[in-house]
């Protein structure tokens, strides 16, 4: 589920002449009746109930324009959905409709007008009005003879429902037989079956465990737990009932709706608890709103609220349209937003260290979905801060314990779009983005001009640790041979290797294990070997590349070399940056090392701060310290101060015969020549090889010399 339907730029109604029309009616009817089916029979929707309340609405507004296009085969003439295959039908002595919809309070208003009217009533005179919670389950009418259960079916196309009494006697809510006083000799009494949101929940997960259907909501769930050809199924799943309407009555045993209601529960049915008898528009308009508020915490899904005629004459004077009752009507809540509780708010850390807050919500059903927990995207979004600045949700931040209006369109993750204050509990307090890594304990720093916060801990946070040890192999970093992504993956699963020191001492380890290497699927003696000496082989390694691998953020293979020439050697670089990690949480850091940091040609401080931060975390010196006992470190080769080619700029391409491109880069690096990827006028040298396309023809047309690989090793005295 979750989709929404596809976006076709619809066609103005207004402007169809009567053919287009009637193909636009075509197509419509056949869509909605394709949903109505897998909805009603199968439990399963495809399209959120917006998305298909969207196609009701326009097949409406074109019966409107064109009501020669209503027949009784309309969707629009028509309630649910046919009696699925494999239950027994039954014939509602009473048929079961459907309710017309007011989407605002002038829909309720000019609801009211209408009733007054047909009945004939002066301005004055307002129809009691009984609100009820209108339950999001699915309707059941229950056939009682003297006082006895006898039938149970659902709705279906309203005439013809499935035979469920077998299903039915298996929930607890139902009474089998009727108590009190003025039981009719026949009654068919109808209401709502539901799923609690909390037993809906667990249900998923244990139909999760088991690979078995889960539901989109709480609806289909109850729908498709009763509409179950093994009783014993829907015997254990948690199914409610709550009474609220009847069908056919031998003899009515009260005059009004709220008589009827109190009978009901009296004859042992449950009634909801929160039904009102309201005097006027004032009262249920405010009844619809206060229980929007409430919504999330009645434990089940209502989607709106159902106003009735009190007075049983004047509903039965009112009587039906088409496939509704004139004297009821259904007050929706808006389809794609819902208000719930903020129950409190976790941190993610992604592969990167990046920390996102999440929404953690009292579940509550929007469009058609459960959402418990919505994106927050940054502390500032909190804080009631958009990303450009500008204050968002009318700058109110967001505390745990608010009751906040949520929001899901379309296929969009679910966003918290405005608080209500007015429900804010005294005690709820500013919430304190942390400071610290939740899964790893480093510290976590923001950078100016960035709204996320990242943990430091690049070396051993366990939320990074895959991407981080990818990343410590990698081409430009260790390049162990046979030790890529993959085995990376594998030996972190296995708890072999969880952080870079781990990677040296696999053979030691191995040597000691009870479940050796080589007996692993996929490994075989002379594999492991070859990955042991290959291990062995880069434990002597250049500065640069240690510089690199140790993933610190914004530190990239050019910034690493400019790193490594300017500290020379690993201690000399350690000691500089624990020198200049002393003034790290100082306002301004004022520490000499730092100065020479950041004077460095091409560093700025961006990256110098990066690079103290990770410097300043002690778990990471934990690490490095652990690493460095493992391998040795090569002092930077300095480049030669008068190589014909220092200071200019050398472009390879072409494929090359004589060297690799790594290695003609490296190769140059150490003679002092910069090496670029692209042709400029900047450009002293291209070095091109065979096939050398574009950049060639670049250099040519720029007058740039042009060498062979041959000239090239002459020149710089190969
Ligand atoms: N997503 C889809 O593919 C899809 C397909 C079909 C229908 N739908 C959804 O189903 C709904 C339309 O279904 P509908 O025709 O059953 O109408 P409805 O759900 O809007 O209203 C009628 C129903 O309300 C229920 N109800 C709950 N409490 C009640 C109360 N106190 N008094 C009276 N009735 C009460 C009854 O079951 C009744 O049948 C829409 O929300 C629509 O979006 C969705
Ligand atoms: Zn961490």
């Known amino acids: 589920m979750a989709k929404t339907a596809k976006t076709r730029t619809p066609v103005d109604i207004s402007k169809l002449t009567k053919a287009q029309a009637k193909v636009e009616h075509m197509r419509l009817s056949l869509e909605i009746e394709v949903h109505n089916e897998r909805y009603y029979q199968k439990d399963a929707p495809t399209v959120s109930d917006a998305a298909y309340d969207e196609l009701r609405q326009r097949l409406e507004a074109i019966e409107a324009k064109f009501p020669d296009l209503v027949t009784t085969d309309s969707p629009t003439q028509k309630v649910g959905a046919a009696p699925a295959r494999g239950f027994a039908k039954v014939q509602h002595a009473v048929p079961m409709l459907s309710l017309g919809n007011a989407f605002s309070d002038e829909d309720v208003t000019e609801f009211v007008d209408r009733i007054r009217r047909f009945l004939k009533l002066d301005a004055e005179h307002i129809p009691a009005l009984v609100a009820e919670p209108k339950i999001d389950g699915l309707s059941l009418s229950l056939r009682y003879e003297n006082g006895e259960l006898v039938r149970a079916a659902t709705r279906g ?15 607890k809510d139902i009474p089998h037989t009727l108590k009190g006083k003025n039981i009719p000799a026949a009654c068919e009494m109808r209401g709502e079956v539901y799923m609690l949101k909390k037993d809906f929940l667990e249900l998923n997960r244990k139909q999760a465990e088991a690979d078995d259907t889960v539901f989109a909501n709480p609806r289909n769930s109850a729908a498709g737990s009763l509409r179950q050809k093994d009783v014993a199924i829907t015997a254990s799943r948690p199914l409610k009932f709550f009474a609220y309407t009847w069908g056919e009555v031998s003899e009515r045993p009260a005059e009004t709706q709220h008589g009827m209601l109190e009978w009901m529960d009296k004859a042992g049915f449950v009634v909801n608890p929160r039904t009102k008898l309201c005097k006027d528009i004032e009262a249920v308009l405010a009844f619809y709103s206060k229980i929007g508020e409430e919504r999330a915490t009645l434990g089940y899904d209502i989607d709106g609220v159902v106003y009735k005629v009190d007075r049983l004459d004047w509903q039965d004077r009112l009587g039906f349209v088409s496939r509704s009752p004139r004297w009821a009507i259904a007050h929706k809540f808006a389809a794609e937003q819902a208000t719930t509780i903020l129950n409190g708010i976790d941190i ?156 040296f001492t696999l053979q030691k380890r191995d040597a000691r294990s009870t479940s050796r290497l080589m007996e692993r699927e996929g490994y075989g003696e002379t594999s492991v070997r070859n990955l042991f000496n290959a291990i062995d082989a880069r434990r002597s390694i250049e500065l640069h590349r240690l510089i690199f691998a140790l993933g610190i953020r914004h530190v990239g293979e050019g910034n690493a070399k400019l790193l490594a020439r300017h500290y020379g050697t690993i201690g000399n670089f350690r000691e500089s940056m624990l020198a200049a990690a002393k003034g790290s949480g100082d306002e301004e850091n004022t520490t000499e090392a730092y100065q020479d940091l950041n004077n460095i040609g091409g560093i700025g401080e961006i990256v110098a701060d990066a690079v103290v931060e990770f410097f300043a975390e002690p778990r990471n010196m ?92 002459k020149l710089i005295g190969e």
């Open 157 to 171: 196309d309203g005439f013809t429902g499935e035979d469920v009494t077998a299903n039915v006697r298996t929930i």
């Open 348 to 503: 993610q850390v992604g592969r990167t260290g990046a920390m996102t807050p999440v929404a953690r919500l009292e579940p509550v059903t929007v469009g058609g979905v459960v959402v418990s927990n919505a994106t927050l995207h940054n502390e500032d979004y909190i804080k009631g801060i958009g990303n450009d600045g500008n204050p968002i949700r009318d700058g109110v931040d967001l505390r745990v314990g608010d009751t906040v209006v949520v929001q899901r369109a379309g296929d969009v993750i679910p966003q918290v779009v405005s608080v209500i204050l007015d429900k804010r509990p005294k005690t709820a307090k500013p919430y304190k983005f942390p400071e610290t890594c939740p899964v790893c304990g480093s510290h976590a720093v923001r950078e100016e001009d960035e709204a996320v916060r990242r943990c430091t801990g690049a070396l051993i946070c366990p939320a990074q640790a895959v991407e981080r040890l990818k990343h410590f192999v990698s081409r430009l970093a260790f390049d162990i041979d046979g030790l890529g992504d993959k085995q990376i993956q594998e030996f972190y699963e296995g708890g072999l290797v969880m952080s870079p020191v781990d990677i």
């Open 622 to 713: 934990k690490a490095l310290g652990e690493l460095l006992s493992e391998i040795e470190v090569k002092p930077a080769e300095q480049p030669r101060k008068s190589s014909p080619v220092s200071d200019k700029t050398v472009v390879f391409t072409g494929s090359l015969t004589k060297f690799t491109r790594d290695e003609a880069k490296a190769m140059a690096e150490r003679l002092g020549a910069k090496v670029a990827g692209s042709v400029s006028k900047k450009t002293d040298y291209v070095v091109a090889g065979e096939e050398a396309g574009s950049k060639l023809t670049k250099a040519r047309e720029l007058g740039v010399a042009v060498l062979t690989e041959d000239e090239w090793l």
